[in-house]
């Protein structure tokens, strides 16, 4: 196992999910070899009359990919806003407990509210968002 | 770097052994486990969700935190078929809170939350509960750290309790806890 495939596999992860950033200096970021956590901070924002905690970049982003089990969405990045995404999991209380990847997140927020979302759903295998 | 949260569920008293199961029994006068009978409620059963017992190194938090029920696991899973989670029979609360460095002492504090129904079946799993305090005992966190330095552990106490109603009739039935969760790497 190369170095990359075995650095998402000790995650927790796989080949078939992962992120892509396109920065403002042109750069390109990719999960494969990047980790989120060492460029975002954890906040509490504004989640459609909710609330929800969120790991916001703190580079900036002009574009975000998701890809996952096959899925791909891709949001261009507005002005003022921030760009977040994490991945959902379950684990079941019953027998043992075992955990899984539903799926992943990536969402925009302007001025401490989420202003979009969308769910890459591994489950059902659709899309599924949210839109102000 | 971080890696996936690991949750465990285990016993509220040391040395907070794994559990498989979380039984859902009435007890009579003399201590005899008894099922539950219809049109009433079962006995209140704590367990904790810990994330990173094992102390294992650089382990995500696990934010977002959602409790759920459901059928069961595997080919049940996120389904609502039998009563328990199609009804919301069972019952959840928030008890307490913790984290450390390491697993003894626990440092617990305790918090009672609202009783709150999960399961439900418009759609299935809709009925969910957040805990109001995270582990780091942060009011509206709802997280589970593995500590503050993703080496050690922490955990949510839960109370949980089924609460049967009147013509239920006479059934067994396995309904499988799920808890859902957000994290990164």
């Known amino acids: 196992m190369d170095r990359i495939m075995s650095k998402l596999f000790d995650q927790g992860l796989h080949d078939r999910t992962f992120f892509t950033i396109h920065l403002k200096d042109g750069t390109v970021r990719c999960e494969k070899e990047h980790n989120w956590s060492d460029f975002s901070e954890m906040r509490i924002v504004e989640y459609f009359g909710s609330k929800k905690t969120v790991a916001v970049s703190t580079l900036p982003i002009l574009k975000i990919e998701m890809y996952h089990e096959g899925m791909h969405e891709e949001i261009d990045v507005p002005e003022n806003c921030e760009v977040y995404q994490a991945i959902r999991s379950e684990t079941f209380i019953v027998q043992e407990s075992k955990s899984q990847i539903l799926g992943r997140i990536i969402g925009i927020i302007k001025d401490g509210q989420v202003i979009e979302e969308r769910y890459l759903d591994g489950t059902d295998g659709i899309v599924k968002g949210m839109k102000l | 770097m971080a890696n996936a949260p690991i949750l465990t569920v285990?016993?509220?008293?040391?040395?907070?052994?794994?559990?498989?199961?979380?039984?859902?029994?009435?007890?009579?006068?003399?201590?005899?486990?008894?099922?539950?009978?219809?049109?009433?409620?079962?006995?209140?059963?704590?367990?904790?969700?810990?994330?990173?017992?094992?102390?294992?190194?650089?382990?995500?938090?696990?934010?977002?935190?959602?409790?759920?029920?459901?059928?069961?696991?595997?080919?049940?899973?996120?389904?609502?078929?039998?009563?328990?989670?199609?009804?919301?029979?069972?019952?959840?609360?928030?008890?307490?809170?913790?984290?450390?460095?390491?697993?003894?002492?626990?440092?617990?504090?305790?918090?009672?939350?609202?009783?709150?129904?999960?399961?439900?079946?418009?759609?299935?799993?809709?009925?969910?509960?957040?805990?109001?305090?995270?582990?780091?005992?942060?009011?509206?966190?709802?997280q589970i750290r593995a500590y503050s330095s993703g080496n050690g552990t922490g955990f949510i106490e839960f109370s949980l309790e089924a609460q049967i109603p009147s013509g239920a009739g006479y059934n067994s039935y396995n309904p499988a806890i799920s808890v859902i969760y957000e994290w990164i790497g």
Do not use: K
């Open chain 2, 10 to 142: 285990r016993s509220t008293t040391s040395p907070f052994s794994a559990l498989f199961s979380i039984p859902l029994v009435q007890t009579s006068p003399s201590g005899n486990t008894l099922p539950v009978n219809q049109g009433e409620t079962s006995n209140a059963t704590l367990f904790r969700l810990y994330n990173n017992f094992g102390l294992s190194s650089t382990i995500a938090s696990a934010f977002n935190i959602q409790i759920t029920a459901f059928d069961g696991a595997g080919s049940s899973s996120h389904t609502c078929i039998g009563s328990p989670a199609s009804q919301c029979w069972l019952m959840i609360q928030q008890y307490g809170f913790g984290e450390n460095s390491t697993t003894s002492p626990d440092r617990f504090s305790y918090y009672l939350d609202l009783l709150t129904p999960i399961g439900g079946s418009g759609p299935c799993g809709s009925s969910v509960y957040i805990p109001s305090i995270g582990s780091d005992g942060i009011f509206g966190s709802d």
